[in-house]
């Protein structure tokens, strides 16, 4: 893999950004994508790069995401931050950042794989061809998986932010 | 009139919620996207459905750009994502130069590379900060360690662990003109990846991660030690404690022997803080083993801290804290222990102790010059950088770990300050290998709610160097290490335990073999490095 520095160039970024906002662990992200670009190294050639690229990611999460330590301490931390977001702070901008940061987690997370991989994917900038291939779906389907994600999405954040208000309603 | 391969996608002479969101992501052919802005002008229901996809692919990049948001005391990771890059890309010239050599017709300019090479290493190392965390997967190694490895690997047990034993082939500073071979060739479709995958992987790894035999790179100790000069002069000033400055707050009579034995042995050698700090050469040379003590002490409430159980809603056991439930001794200080030190330690140690505390200052020049004078013979070099430069932290840490043979992490860290001014308080701090930290304060059975906060990766790297210096061999071999000063009542007034996950190891508690005063810096730098203050500020 000559231009190994090229890919890098180009797709780290928006690779890690994808990652982090898939695993919301950028620490891990950045060490998916570090052995995602390794990987590419091993490759004489890849004639769709960012696809590969993004495809070879999901798949490092997915291995990764089932070891047990990873996923236990990873919810921890979900669960802390939760936590977290009920304690008092006297910093109200960092506190309604952390609670929206949290609420999209938790929207986020709520989607079916598939529908959350091809909307990070999008996100990211892949085009149709690129998500269909990275997750081995027909190019016909991304639309309707797309269209999906983003309502189930939105309404999911909708959702939460309206038990939250109610709950922090009922609490006062 | 829908194009027969969209057909399916129009339902009763309308367009799907699929096509309309595939229109406005631009993904249709402009003939398909014709027909369909066509259809959308002339239809009010259609024209609804299009203002709210647009409305929801709005919010869902609102959304999940929300998760991009940095946490508080978050330092960017800007910079150390450069440093990532340049890892990678140097692996990757490395690799790309190493096949070169198997398929010489393939590569043209090798030797440009080389020059290029040796400039990008320098540069490589000055910009790497040393990333340290190891997930105990032979998969996921990341960069240093890869390095570590290679280096390891090329030069044998005894060999150093800098931070560019691969020699980077500088794409930063000249792009290749190759391209990537064009599509036609096979390519390795994106499979999960299985055991003999990973094994593969990681051997491959392993084996691309070896530098280039560059001609000043040999395993000559000569040579090696040219290029740890070399890597010495490239690494970054650490503004951090460094062992210079534990030796410079050192009182007579508590030498940290343990420390100097390791040191004196050849991990790593900073000079006096008197004003004369010269940057010593990276030594070569296999580390002073610590020996283990023959029992272990008591496992206290701060080891269920330490693992990280019960830190939410903390309950009654950890509030007896509070009242000094660690046992203690009635004398400051007398909790630290020594381990078992190397003969010229010893001397100096003893010599030490014997003086006053106000020879302190000449007893530190003794010890730094006796330390500098035993690695120069360790290694027959005695080159000295410009006073004002110490070696750097970063550094002590990869020799650290590639004396140990792996790479070393930390379970957690925990600090536990008791306050019994006026109402016994403990204030606990902890935290983990994954940078998550959390802040309680107990008095009695009252337990005030948990801070959580998460360190960036600098600032986790920071705290691992920090560690690593402070307790040098003792974390490594050991399972933990715990250091408690107790206060005059003979309640432990700070305690600090550092649990270290080593294989398949059972673990025991070190003895901490560093002083009050290390200590109390070392706590210090934690609170610094976590933010404690801002963590106490949120706690009522």
Redesign the interface.
Known sequence: ?????????LY??PL??YL??RL????WA???A??T???A?????????RS?LF??A???V???AR?QS?QR?HL??L???A??N??????PT?ME??E??A???Q??ESLAERDRLA??M??EGL??DEIAE?LNITR????????R???R??EQ?EALQRDKENHGHAAS | MPHPDMSESWVNGHPDEGLLHEWLDEQLSAGDATVVESHVAECDACRALVAEARGLIAASHRILSALDDVPVNVIPAQALRTADRDDVVSLASSRTRQQARTAADRKPNTSRWRNVGKIAALLLVALVPGVFFLRGDDVTVPMASLRDTAVADSGGPSSVATAAPVSAAAPSLAAPSSKVASAGAAERAPQSSDAVDRQRFAGELSKSAKPEREPQRSDQPAARAELDRRVVAAQPLSPAVTLTDSLARLRPQQVPSAELSGKVAGVNVATASTGAATRAPMITGTAVPVPMPATPPPVAAADQLAQGQGMAGAGGGRGGRGGGAGPGTTRAADSLSASPTSPAANNIANRAGSQSRADSASITRQIADAAQRAAAAATNTSESRQPSQILPRAAAATQLRASAGKAWTFDSVTLARTNCATACETAVLNINELGAVRYAVSSGSSVKPVVISQLSSASRVRLTELLTSTFAQAIVQAGSVRCTINSATGAPALEIVVANRQDNRPRTDAPCATSETVLRQLAAEIDEIVGTESLKRRVP
């Open positions: 893999m000559e231009d190994v520095e090229r890919l890098f160039r780290h970024a890690v950004r982090t906002r919301g662990d950028r620490d950045e060490e998916i570090q052995e670009f390794l990987r190294l091993r490759q004489e050639s890849i004639s769709s790069e590969w495809a070879v999901t798949n490092l997915r291995d990764d070891k990873r301490k921890e931390l669960r802390a931050e936590e977290a009920d304690s008092v702070d006297p910093e960092s950042r952390d929206e940061r609420l999209a987690r929207a986020v909307l990070l999008r996100e085009d149709y990275a016909s389907s991304v639309g309707t998986t797309l269209s994600a983003r309502r999405l939105a954040f």
